[in-house]
């Protein structure tokens, strides 16, 4: 019996090791770029990586900055942006190590190369407001915490990527083991843009509770919440509704 005890926590251990040294690999998953045509090319150093994309429907006075989800190929929504938005610069820059970026994906990275490349492109628009879908909210709403924008547009949010892990890890201690947590039930209160948040009913990766974990937080600020029917994660843009109320939002 003892020997079995100690073979169980050995296992359990080891484990835990694992997930922990490849923690990022469960992640992030870096997409290859897609191929371009007939849209500005633009990229931004970040100390010394080079963060390359694209500026859809250049030279508006409004711009979109738009922060993907962590499988996502952001070129594959170069069409929509250019259909559903046009009078918006819409910014689509693909994280570190997705696309034609260099360098390896961590949540102090993306934080940083979105003030970054935010502080750079301000300057050029009247305004600018946010779009993050999945992970990319997390990024999105660190943003929104610590610069003045528009609006904030979140699709298929979260509260944490540490209470995501506890659903799927629950037997692990997953608050220890994470280095990349994505904390946005922390930074509401610090938001103040018009805060538009969007749920696909049949979301089968974001648990409905996490997303209204967030929900719960925020005030006056949110706008409104609007539940896609019929929507899972990943084809949430593929239907009229969200069509249709991203553009009342964004309007």
């Not at 610069?147 to 540490?162: E, H, N, W």
Request: hydrophobic share 45%; proline share 4%; glycine share 6%.
């Amino acid at each position: 019996m003892k020997s079995v005890l100690i073979t169980i926590i050995v296992l359990y251990i080891g484990i835990c090791i694992v997930l922990f040294v490849l923690q990022r690999n469960f992640l992030y998953f870096p997409q290859p770029a897609a191929p371009v045509n007939d849209v500005a090319a633009i990229s931004f150093d970040s100390d010394g990586e080079q963060l390359r994309g694209w500026v859809v429907n250049e030279g508006r006075a409004k711009a979109l900055m738009y922060y993907g989800g962590n499988a996502e190929n952001i070129e594959n929504s170069i069409a929509f942006f250019k259909d559903v938005l046009p009078e918006y610069s819409v910014y689509l820059i693909p994280y570190r190590g997705y696309g034609n970026s260099t360098g390896s994906p961590t949540e102090e990275h993306l934080y940083h190369d979105a003030l970054s490349i935010f502080d750079r492109v301000t300057v050029k628009h009247e305004q600018i407001a946010l779009m993050g879908r999945s992970l990319g909210t997390g990024v999105a709403t660190y943003v929104a915490a610590n610069r003045q924008v528009a609006k904030l547009v979140l699709i298929t949010p979260f509260d944490s990527i540490v209470n995501i892990a506890k659903s799927v890890y629950w037997m692990f201690p997953v608050n220890l083991l994470l280095k990349d947590k994505y904390l946005s039930i922390n930074r509401v209160d610090k938001i103040t843009a018009p805060t538009y948040i969007f749920i696909a009913e049949r979301d089968q990766v974001i648990p409905r509770a996490r997303a209204e974990s967030l929900i719960s937080q925020f005030s006056e600020q949110l706008v409104a919440t609007i539940l896609i029917s019929g929507a899972s994660h990943n084809d949430i843009s593929q239907y009229r509704q969200y069509i249709t109320e991203l553009k009342r939002a964004l309007d």
